[in-house]
């Protein structure tokens, strides 16, 4: 029995193979660890490089964090004074008088809300229309330059805008387009009261339309790129159903990219919210609120560039402080609500 195993195995062994015997030597595996093993070496390399890449990236992100509970920490400590001795009447309080040293943020946020409303109810649609007409309509050799000056829009700094609106854009409006306003929309139940008052050229309208000048290049521009990444075949198969252009803007491109598009109109929410410089400049530096948008206003940012230098008293330093502290939680909820609005946008479309 034995001797026909053997055979058989030696016919199912390859011809000129002999069995080979493995053994373990512990002497020379220690002697190759210490030799080093180049495949052992760059598992090793790869391995701490790796770390070193992981917490390279954690580094960066515990480092922006801590920039951001920084000036969190900073503004919170520097509002202490001016928060502890108004209380939270300094939210809704209009008085600004640094010589009696009485100081209300209403004014301010009122000026910050609405010149930035203003400035998303001229910029948003205009950089839509901008980014349809880029996308799906405009003949190809206008496509490049068009593009490249609403760029170069974006890239003119907020002095220039707010030198260009003081010396241009408001005595336009002040001997041309709101002595027309008041005649007109003035006279108009409802809303005359938005439009009355003299033409002064400078104020809340004025700054909201800088600041819808300003921010229009980033709508447009982020909206014609995300436009850009709706599948050709998605837009060709609802125009092969016998859709219109506007059907398919509407009922396929902004259903596709309505993220983008969110992130695009909050991001130029944002710079609107925290324009400084250009503002400052047109809207009047006035502590006050007017039903008018064309009576003269402030803003949080206009009034902190305005009087940091000059305030002595710790209660004016504590008082800016504060407002730059409203300013940053503004900017907190207009982002959370933005997140909500996507979250809900999702849920609504079957998303996650």
């Known amino acids: 029995m034995n001797e026909n195993k053997n055979a058989a195995d030696t016919r199912l062994r390859p011809r000129g193979t002999d069995m080979?015997?493995?053994?373990?030597?512990?002497?020379?595996?220690?002697?190759?660890?210490?030799?080093?093993d180049p495949r052992r070496n760059s598992q090793k390399r790869l391995i701490?490089?790796?770390?070193?890449?992981?917490?390279?990236?954690?580094?960066?992100a515990a480092f922006v964090l801590m920039i951001l509970?920084?000036?969190?920490?900073?503004?919170?400590?520097?509002?202490?004074?001016?928060?502890?001795?108004?209380g939270p009447s300094f939210i809704w309080t209009e008085e600004w008088n640094p010589v009696k040293e009485r100081f209300g943020a209403l004014a301010p946020i009122y000026g910050t809300i609405m010149t930035s409303l203003i400035a998303m109810l001229v910029a948003v649609p205009v950089g839509l229309g901008i980014a349809i007409f880029?996308?799906?309509?405009?003949?190809?050799?206008?496509?490049?330059?068009?593009?490249?000056a609403i760029e170069l829009l974006a890239g003119i700094p907020s002095i220039i805008y707010g030198i260009w609106g003081l010396f241009i854009f408001a005595p336009?409006?002040?001997?041309?387009?709101?002595?027309?306003?008041?005649?007109?929309?003035?006279?108009?139940?409802?809303?005359?009261?938005?439009?009355?008052?003299?033409?002064?050229?400078i104020g809340v309208l004025t700054a909201g339309l800088i600041l819808a000048i300003m921010v229009l290049p980033f709508i447009a521009s982020i909206t014609r790129d995300v436009f850009e990444t709706v599948p050709p075949v998605l837009k060709e198969s609802a125009y092969?159903?016998?859709?219109?252009?506007?059907?398919?803007?509407?009922?396929?491109?902004?259903?596709?990219?309505?993220?983008?598009?969110?992130?695009?109109?909050?991001?130029?929410?944002?710079?609107?919210?925290?324009?400084?410089?250009?503002?400052?400049?047109?809207?009047?530096?006035?502590?006050?609120?007017?039903?008018?948008?064309?009576q003269p206003g402030t803003t949080i940012s206009a009034s902190i560039a305005?009087?940091?230098v000059e305030a002595l008293a710790e209660l004016h330093t504590s008082s800016l402080t504060a407002l730059g502290l409203i300013l940053f939680v503004i900017t907190f909820i207009v982002l959370a609500c933005a997140r909500l609005l996507l979250a809900s946008l999702n849920k609504r479309a079957g998303g996650v």
């Not at 080979?20 to 080093?36: H, I, M, Y």
């Not at 701490?48 to 960066?60: C, Q, W």
């Not at 509970?69 to 108004?86: M, Q, R």
């Not at 880029?134 to 490249?148: A, D, M, V």
């Open 69 to 86: 509970f920084g000036v969190i920490f900073t503004l919170i400590e520097g509002s202490l004074p001016a928060l502890l001795h108004f």
């Open 172 to 201: 336009f409006l002040q001997r041309y387009v709101q002595p027309l306003m008041i005649d007109t929309l003035g006279n108009v139940p409802g809303i005359g009261w938005l439009f009355a008052g003299p033409p002064y050229g």
């Open 20 to 36: 080979v015997e493995l053994t373990f030597d512990p002497a020379e595996a220690r002697a190759s660890e210490k030799t080093g």
């Open 306 to 308: 305005n009087e940091f």
């Open 240 to 294: 092969g159903l016998g859709a219109t252009t506007w059907e398919v803007v509407w009922k396929i491109v902004l259903p596709y990219t309505r993220v983008g598009v969110i992130g695009g109109v909050m991001l130029a929410l944002g710079r609107a919210l925290g324009e400084t410089m250009a503002i400052t400049f047109v809207i009047g530096n006035a502590h006050r609120i007017s039903a008018s948008v064309l």
């Open 134 to 148: 880029l996308t799906e309509l405009c003949p190809p050799f206008l496509r490049r330059p068009i593009g490249i």
């Open 48 to 60: 701490l490089g790796d770390k070193f890449f992981k917490l390279l990236t954690g580094a960066a």
